[in-house]
């Protein structure tokens, strides 16, 4: 037979404690005055404001600090980060931040994964930073406001995309496609009426699909080749071209100043001759004296030795002594 640990008839000894009724009629306010006291107030960070709503109505915005509402859920408070500087990822996400930061290691290639201007695929990384301007648009304007937001990037970042050639977005476009997706973005928050402000569109990485990453390394080392060689035949141009550019210039120079001289000596001796010839007609036997002279004097510079005899003189011609070469 099992026995019990402690007898049944204990249990007709049992007796409720003594309570005093007065008491009770206490305790109970009591605890209905805590619990209207802890659903009167609230408090709101210095970062956040209180969207207040009474019976799901907006009624009004409640500041930073200690703030009272009606009790019992006659209104609700949803606080908004106002003064807080937001981000979304989009093709990847941040595991852990840190010195050393983390990244997850799943695939986004539904978000970054896109076609580019030219028929190419490319994967865009990028990082969009908000901050949320009005409260009440954000929360009661749109559904959802956040993946509305992370909706309107994905399309506008493919629509900006979709209108240049991929080197323009691994290259030099980059920032291009940035500050028109943060503009294109911010209209789009004010037509939906998002209460969102974008602060800065920043692309974090853009690269081409690992399964085509080593045709696209051949084809940029290919266009890297052609622009060395494009380049190295305009330096050899610029180095040649110039070069006989100028010595035509200087050899069409030296012809002009040529033509010059030889037009200008031309004109001088035309001039000197007509000169004597108005000399030689007021004077035709002393200019002709005078010309013969100065003519002789000319052709005895360009003679040797000379020596001038009597043309009567008979047998001196063994008295000179001749040298080789000497003038006779």
């Known amino acids: 037979m099992n026995q019990t640990p402690f007898d049944i008839n204990d249990l007709k000894k049992l007796r409720p404690p003594n309570i005093n009724p007065k008491k009770m ?81 799943r695939n986004y290639q539904e ?22 301007s009005d409260p009440y648009k954000f929360l009661f304007r749109v559904r959802n406001a956040v993946q509305t937001f992370r909706d309107m990037n994905e399309a506008v970042m493919r629509e900006i995309v979709g209108d240049r050639t991929v080197d323009e977005v691994l290259t030099v476009g980059r920032q291009e496609v940035a500050s028109a997706a943060g503009v294109q973005l911010q209209k789009l928050c004010n037509q939906y009426e998002l209460g969102i402000k974008v ?78 010839y ?5 004077a035709p036997e002393v200019t002709r004296q005078r010309i013969y002279l100065e003519t002789m004097n000319d052709v005895m510079k360009k003679v040797g030795r000379k020596l001038i005899t009597d043309e009567r003189a008979t047998g001196i011609l063994p008295l000179f002594q001749f040298e080789k070469g000497g003038a006779k």
């Open 25 to 105: 009629i206490w305790i109970v306010p009591l605890i209905i005055l805590l619990i209207f006291g802890y659903s009167m107030w609230f408090t709101v960070s210095p970062e956040e404001v209180g969207v207040i709503l009474r019976f799901g109505k907006f009624t009004r915005i409640a500041d930073p600090g200690l703030n009272f509402k009606l009790p019992l859920g006659i209104e609700e408070v949803y606080k908004v980060p106002v003064q807080r500087q937001l981000k979304l990822e989009f093709g990847f996400r941040t595991a852990a931040a840190g010195v050393r930061t983390r990244y997850s290691s």
């Open 111 to 132: 978000e970054s994964l896109m076609l580019t201007g030219d028929l190419n695929a490319a994967e865009v990384e990028w990082i969009v930073q908000y901050r949320i």
């Open 199 to 276: 602060d800065q569109v920043v692309l974090q990485d853009v690269n081409p699909p690992q399964e085509v990453k080593s045709a696209f390394n051949a084809v940029n080392e290919a266009q890297q080749e052609k622009e060395k060689l494009i380049n190295q035949a305009k330096s050899a141009y610029n180095k040649v071209i110039p070069k006989a550019r100028g010595e035509a210039e200087r050899t069409i120079e030296e012809a002009r100043g040529y033509a010059l001289e030889r037009v200008n000596n031309a004109l001088g001796e035309a001039a000197n001759f007509k000169a004597v």
């Open 278 to 282: 108005k000399a030689y007609v007021k």
